[in-house]
């Protein structure tokens, strides 16, 4: 079992950043492709990001090209999003996790395991 926390959400002026960070504990966490999602009030859960394994590939949403950025330490058992240019359309439960999957099938893979979400809010 695998088990994500995320943190570093909260509120934020249009147009600043934020950092999210998602501490994995319970597994092998470099053997796992790590995915960021969203879920705005009243809309579904939506992919924003996703890198492989060693993290040498990345994947985004059309959306947040050019804004987020998605990463990973392995030696902290840690993967990070950064959001700059933030938009009031990013407000929304951010959730990692992990897919035992890796390459470009993590944007529709299935994931294993889901942290509990962090809340981020950008004001307009």
């Known amino acids: 079992q695998v088990q994500l926390v995320e943190s570093g959400g909260g509120l934020v002026q249009a147009g600043g950043s934020l950092r999210l960070s998602c501490a994995a504990s319970?597994?092998?966490?470099?053997?796992?492709?790590m995915g960021w999602f969203r879920q705005a009030p009243g809309k579904e859960r939506e992919f924003v990001a996703a890198l492989t394994w060693t993290g040498d590939r990345t994947y985004y949403t059309d959306s947040v090209k050019g804004r987020f950025t998605i990463s990973r330490d392995n030696d902290k058992n840690t993967v990070y999003l950064q959001m700059n240019s933030l938009k009031s359309e990013d407000t929304a439960v951010y959730y990692c996790?992990?897919?035992?999957?890796?390459?470009?099938?993590?944007?529709?893979?299935?994931?294993?395991?889901w942290g509990q979400g962090t809340q981020v809010t950008v004001s307009s």
């Open positions: 319970g597994g092998t966490f470099s053997r796992y492709g």
């Open positions: 996790a992990a897919s035992r999957y890796s390459g470009s099938y993590l944007i529709r893979a299935p994931y294993d395991y």
